[in-house]
């Protein structure tokens, strides 16, 4: 059954699912979809083009499908905003639309956006994203799965961060974060790989090993990028996670967040 309360304002094309609750001063516009089992619990605005997938929890005053902030933005383009299943969205958090023509904003599924946390226009976010409190996505910034996002962080446009990374608080991010690092400061660079985000992920010793070695032999060795690639190819020619670290280097637009020399932190226990 659903529940609509009369302080809600639903429009009649919006598709609601199954067991859906819609709080008080909640307002759902045309041309939505809202999955079975979501919950918006007051004051969310979930705007045209919208679609909100099942068992979603969304808090007050939140803000779903909202045109983007782009200023190449032209008034009446139609864009959309497509938001996973059994996500979490907390109080404030503001998710934007694409800015061109048909584009889209996507969030995958199981990903907990905290308070404040800001999604801007045309970009995409992987499954199981937490999203800490102030934490803000320019547009066209592409989040992996898995991926951590310390509270206060900001992440410039265009920016790539790689699955089982993690962005530390306060970071200010203007390049690329390779698969399975850890970056932060201001403005952010990889130091370590992110060895329990894998473990929680569920990668074995054998495969954090690996990562390891080959981030060392990225931007530990007195080699050329291009050469460090060659070697790691080289000696993890079947490893799909050392393949993911090197699709990244090679598609990187903005460059690469590489270790600070006087900064870099390596762990003694695991020799190369």
């Known amino acids: 059954m659903i529940q609509i309360n009369d302080l809600a304002v639903v429009h009649e094309a919006a598709d609601i699912g199954d067991n859906c609750i819609i709080g008080p001063f909640c307002t759902v516009a045309a041309n939505t979809k809202i999955g079975a089992d979501t919950v918006l619990r007051s004051h969310v605005v979930v705007e045209p083009y919208t679609t909100i997938g099942k068992n979603c929890d969304v808090f007050p005053f939140v803000t779903l499908g909202i045109q983007s902030q782009d200023q190449k933005y032209i008034s009446g383009t139609v864009t959309h905003t497509r938001v996973g299943n059994r996500n979490v969205i907390r109080e404030f958090v ?38 800490s409190h102030g934490a803000v996505l320019a547009g066209h910034v592409i989040i992996g799965d898995y991926v951590n996002i310390g509270g206060l962080s900001a992440i410039h446009q265009f920016c790539h961060v790689g699955r089982v990374a993690m962005i530390a608080g306060m970071c ?42 080959a ?23 079947k490893s799909p996670n050392i393949r993911l670290m090197i699709e990244a280097v090679n598609s990187s637009q903005r460059g690469l967040a590489r270790p600070e020399s006087a900064t870099f932190e ?4 695991d020799d190369l």
Not at 266 to 269: F, G, K, R, S
């Open 94 to 131: 503001s998710i934007h639309s694409g800015t061109e023509e048909g584009s889209v904003t996507t969030i995958g599924d199981d990903c907990a956006l905290l308070a404040h946390a800001h999604i801007a226009h045309n970009c995409t976010v992987g499954d199981h994203v937490i999203l």
């Open 172 to 213: 200010r991010a203007i390049q690329d974060v390779l698969p399975f690092t850890i970056a932060e400061g201001t403005p952010a660079h990889m130091r370590v790989i992110n060895k329990v985000g894998m473990e929680r992920a569920g990668y074995s010793s054998a495969e954090i090993s690996e990562v390891r070695r």
């Open 215 to 237: 981030f060392r032999i990225l931007f530990l060795r007195e080699m050329r990028l291009e050469e460090a690639v060659a070697r790691i190819e080289d000696e993890f020619p």
């Open 266 to 269: 390596i762990n003694v226990a």
